[in-house]
């Protein structure tokens, strides 16, 4: 099983990120003092369904819910793609992912606004499944909210380049936590990969356009980001079914 944590939290890092995106909240959406609902709201999910496997068994729930490319591909259980990123492999795990969550979630949040913030994090999570699916060996089973956790970091990257506040802190984390996706095994760094992309793209197609053609944009660049992911979805379903065919 592949649990695909965050590998590394320097809290000096995540809290430069945080503090500058704080800076930063007269050009939100929202009021600076506006609850991150969106985001306690995902985090109180990912607990109750830590809680679920802890009673239900790990191996039971991970075995039904989790990213697996043949059960994707073949038994037609796409819905795995979204359940897994609510998933976790052990309390360490979900610590590491809810902490960053808790953490970069609010302020993005802030910033975004709500209903782009959802967006944001499913389109992150579902980046980071769609290329773990397209990458991983067909029988290896991932969970982990890793995947929507990087495409947050991609987008407080790009926000933070859009709004002119140093994100040199940012980038380390993201390199840091990149690297050790690939040095060591267990961690799904196809999964933070994706989610990092997915989730700067979508930031990038919120934040960067501007003008009167901004929203339409906004949802071109959108459409266009689910686009691609259907493509590399579609073309790694046609592979599995070749190999099994």
């Avoid at 607990?47 to 490319?69: E, H, K, N, T």
Wanted: proline share 3%; hydrophobic share 55%; with cysteine.
């Amino acid at each position: 099983m592949t649990e695909a944590p965050v590998g590394f939290h320097c809290p000096d890092c995540v809290a430069a990120g945080a503090a500058a995106t704080r800076s930063s909240r007269r050009g939100s959406t929202l009021a600076a003092d506006a609850k991150p609902l969106v985001s306690w709201t995902i985090v109180g999910i990912c607990v109750a369904v830590f809680g679920v496997q802890l009673l239900v068994g790990f191996d039971s729930v991970i075995r039904s819910y989790a990213m697996q490319p043949l059960a994707i591909g073949i038994a037609d259980e796409w819905y795995r793609l979204f359940t897994s990123m609510f998933l976790h492999g052990s309390i360490l795990h979900i610590l590491f992912n809810m902490y960053v969550l808790i953490v970069l979630g609010p302020t993005l949040e802030r910033i975004l606004g709500h209903g782009r913030f959802l967006l944001l994090f499913v389109l992150s999570g579902l980046g980071g499944s769609i290329v773990s699916y397209w990458l991983s060996e067909p029988t290896t089973f991932s969970v982990g909210a890793s995947g929507a956790i990087f495409g947050l970091m991609g987008a407080l990257l790009v926000a933070g380049r859009r709004l002119r506040f140093d994100v040199t802190m940012v980038l380390v984390l993201i390199a840091i936590n990149l690297a050790i996706g690939f040095i060591f095994s267990g961690i799904d760094w196809r999964a933070h990969l994706g989610g990092l992309v997915t989730g700067a793209a979508v930031a990038a197609v919120m934040v960067l356009p501007d003008g009167k053609s901004r929203r339409a944009l906004e949802v071109i660049g959108i459409l266009g980001v689910a686009a691609v992911l259907f493509v590399v979805l579609t073309l790694r379903t046609a592979q599995l079914m070749s190999l099994t065919g």
